[in-house]
């Protein structure tokens, strides 16, 4: 039992640390929230140059092949941006099923391209109508698809999808056309698309339908850990934000932030994000275990919606009306938050799984 | 990172939980419970984890342990703490008591107070509090004059656990310096509680008989020898004290042991696939989980060499809520019967749910308050300015 992080895990934070202040300000940040995608491809391009697009993909691809625990640390340093780049979807939601799915000349030809970043993956799974990631798709499986998908991370800039059918999980290539991704009005963190399919070519991944249940399931846990890991990153800015702003906005001839009720917020923001931290750590490390991770991602996103929700509440209300302004950088933050709160996993959902972790049935 | 134990680890909880459940009788509901037999008891189980080696694991072989690891001692702490505290007071004397004589103790204090602790032989009791400094605790008033060679010792203690066990022992916070200013006029004297002049008068409580009293000294002599640490230099014995006892009590395991109390109840009972008791159950394994984790973070910093008062404090804060929730949402869901205490033959799970709520009123409140503990982490922790 140790919950330090090793020197070669430092040493990726350290590395992620210096990257997000030298090149990823909240004034680039703002800059490519205004592109109608969401991308900017000069930084997806330093990030695939320091390794970290391949980052938890094997080796012989080509990729890293660290873990989820990585990915997570990782992430929750981007979160700290917050980083704009669909690094989640490509390596959780795409190259993860490629890998654990794909036959030998699916992975030989796929995951390099997603190791290098030359290719983007994403993963279309939700439905019109559907109730949230784990209702079974109806769209019709086949070597042509035609159907529609919701809330698509980063379609516009993917070029490979990893489409859920009823057939199991399809690979289209979107740069042969008949695929069109509409963004919908998303919370401007994350991108999310409305993806008409159109006749587009697709090839299924080897296995039965029930193997890619599975491993839909475990790249939705990976993305949740990954995802609540940078929502944790942004939290702590969100900390740091309101700790300046508390230490000088001077109200009644102190600092608002010696006025016990405004600091004992700022110590619960500080108790939330460091268990949120750990709850996150723990779930990303069972993941790259054998064995069932259940109980650790599950208790990470049902504690992670709440505590995220809690944190945001009082930063906003440690900074007053400022933090309301888009002038001020809080909302970057809080954007981020509430997407990966809603995203992935409800808390009720989530609490159920642990429910039936504890031996409830 | 690694969040698991060794496989020598599991083994010994295995071990420790076979011992306690020989050793511990039905009638066990820890020491507050107004049962004569109780001290006596952890008495007995005290001698006999000294006969084991496992009373005082993590000291240090010199002073009769054996050097365990952090981890190996918190496996120990879960246990005890998850059958509600069968050491009984002396758990005080392993926790903090102990490595505080060690820290500031000389050689010969060592040598005359550790060996009964390390054998299980001793009862310690702590005199912080009085009626007018609780919070405030360097406001205190206890006198300690230096006069012909010894301290002579008035004033009163209040709150003050185990003293009617009865103690042999206490570890006395009082005032030798009236003149200086508050954090510097204070000491640490040990006291024999036999000594002429101390009285002793135990306080009823809502969870029962023989946990808190108040403590008088009238004129009480304490040789000089029994001084811990510098003269005046006492409140650098408290905080790191207060240190130790945060990380030292794994109170998160009586929460997890009554957690896995209300999931066998719930099968039992039919009553599992409730969305109610399902997610009420989850939400306490996930505040659990959540508190476990912060505790073993400060231990990890521990155990690198470091003393994490912020940590312990974040630890602390997460360890008291919870147990109020378990509770809280433990007897909801028990129902009615839920209020009925232990020998009533309705009282769902022998009345451990009640207890726990009646022990655990004034857990936001006992060794630093909720808010002091949050003043803390915002002065130290946040580099907020100083509260108003």
């Given at each position: 039992m140790d919950l330090l992080l090793s020197g070669e895990q430092q040493m990726l934070v350290d590395t992620a640390r210096s990257f997000v202040e030298r090149s990823c300000p909240t004034g680039r940040v703002r800059e490519i929230d205004r592109d109608p995608l969401g991308f900017d491809e000069r930084l997806w391009r330093s990030m695939a140059s320091l390794g970290w697009t391949g980052?938890?993909?094997?080796?012989?691809?080509?990729?890293?092949?660290?873990?989820v625990l990585e990915m997570t640390l990782l992430c929750e340093v981007l979160g700290r941006g917050p980083v704009p780049s669909p690094i989640i979807a490509s390596a959780m939601l795409a190259a993860l099923p490629i890998a654990a799915a794909g036959n030998a000349d699916q992975r030989d030809r796929w995951l390099p391209l997603l190791a290098s970043g030359e290719a983007i993956g994403t993963l279309a799974l939700l439905e019109l109508g559907g109730r949230d990631e784990w209702d079974a798709p109806r769209l019709a499986g086949g070597p042509v698809l035609r159907g529609t998908k919701m809330l698509v991370p980063w379609a516009g800039a993917a070029s490979l999808l990893a489409v859920a059918t009823d057939d199991g999980l399809l690979v289209v290539?979107?740069?042969?056309?008949s695929v069109r991704a509409e963004r919908h009005v998303d919370l401007g963190a994350d991108p999310l698309f409305r993806l008409e399919l159109t006749g587009a070519c697709a090839e299924r991944l080897d296995g039965s339908g029930e193997a890619h249940d599975s491993v839909i399931r475990r790249a939705l846990d990976c993305a949740a850990t990954v995802q609540l890991a940078y929502a944790v990153g942004s939290a702590e800015r969100a900390l740091e934000l309101t700790l300046e702003h508390a230490r000088h906005r001077q109200q009644f001839g102190r600092p608002v932030g010696s006025f016990q009720a405004v600091a004992h917020r700022c110590v619960d923001m500080r108790s939330d994000i460091d268990a949120c931290r750990y709850l996150a750590y723990r779930a990303a490390w069972a993941l790259d275990q054998d064995g069932s991770p259940d109980l650790e991602v599950a208790a990470a996103k049902a504690y992670g919606n709440e505590a995220l929700r809690r944190i945001f509440v009082h930063a906003h209300q440690v900074h007053g009306a400022i933090g309301f302004s888009t002038e001020h950088d809080l909302h970057l933050f809080t954007r981020q938050a509430k997407q990966a709160e809603l995203s992935y996993g409800s808390t009720t959902t989530e609490l159920d799984r642990v429910a039936v972790a504890m031996g409830l049935g | 990172m690694d969040f698991s134990f060794t496989a020598g680890e599991e083994a010994f909880r295995a071990e420790l939980r076979a011992f306690l459940d020989e050793a511990l009788p039905l009638w066990w509901r820890g020491i507050f419970s107004g049962d004569e037999r109780a001290i006596p008891l952890t008495r007995d189980i005290c001698a006999s984890l000294a006969d084991r080696g496992w009373l005082t694991m993590a000291w240090p072989e010199e002073h009769g342990g054996s050097d365990a690891g952090v981890w190996k001692q918190t496996v120990l702490r879960e246990e005890m703490w998850a059958h509600e505290e069968p050491r009984g007071p002396q758990y005080m004397n392993l926790n903090y008591i102990g490595p505080l004589i060690m820290r500031f103790g000389t050689a010969s204090q060592q040598q005359r107070f550790l060996p009964p602790m390390a054998h299980g032989e001793v009862i310690w009791c702590q005199g912080f509090s009085e009626p007018d400094a609780g919070?405030?605790?360097?406001?205190?008033?206890t006198r300690a004059l230096r006069e012909e060679g010894r301290f002579l010792v008035s004033g009163q203690k209040i709150w003050t656990s185990y003293a009617d066990a009865p103690a042999d022992w206490c570890l006395l916070l009082a005032r030798t310096d009236p003149g200086a200013p508050k954090h510097r006029g204070i000491s640490v004297l040990l006291v024999?509680?036999?000594?002429?002049?101390i009285v002793v008068r135990p306080i009823p409580t809502m969870a029962g008989p023989h946990e808190l009293n108040e403590v008088f000294f009238d004129d009480v002599a304490v040789p000089l020898d029994c001084l811990l640490g510098n003269q005046d230099g006492g409140w650098e014995v408290v905080v790191t004290g207060l240190t130790f006892e945060r990380a030292g009590i794994a109170r998160y395991a009586r929460a997890g042991r009554i957690i896995e109390m209300l999931v066998q109840w719930a099968r039992q009972s039919g009553r599992a696939a409730e969305p109610l008791v399902r997610h009420g159950l989850a939400e306490l394994r996930v505040r659990y989980e959540a508190a476990r984790l912060l505790n073993y973070r400060a231990l990890s910093l521990q155990a690198a060499g470091q003393v994490p008062t912020v940590e312990a404090s974040i630890a602390r804060i997460h360890n008291g809520q919870l147990e109020q929730l378990v509770s809280q949402v433990g007897l909801e869901l028990l129902g009615p019967t839920a209020q009925l205490g232990a020998?009533?033959?309705?009282?769902?799970?022998?009345?451990a749910v009640r207890r726990h709520w009646e022990r655990n009123i004034p857990t936001t409140v006992a060794a630093g308050t909720l808010e002091i503990q949050k003043n803390l982490v915002a002065l130290h922790g946040l580099g907020l300015p100083r509260p108003t």
């Open positions: 980052l938890t993909i094997p080796e012989p691809y080509g990729g890293g092949g660290r873990g290539d979107a740069r042969r056309g | 919070s405030d605790l360097a406001s205190l008033r024999d509680m036999r000594s002429p002049g020998g009533d033959p309705l009282a769902p799970l022998d009345g």
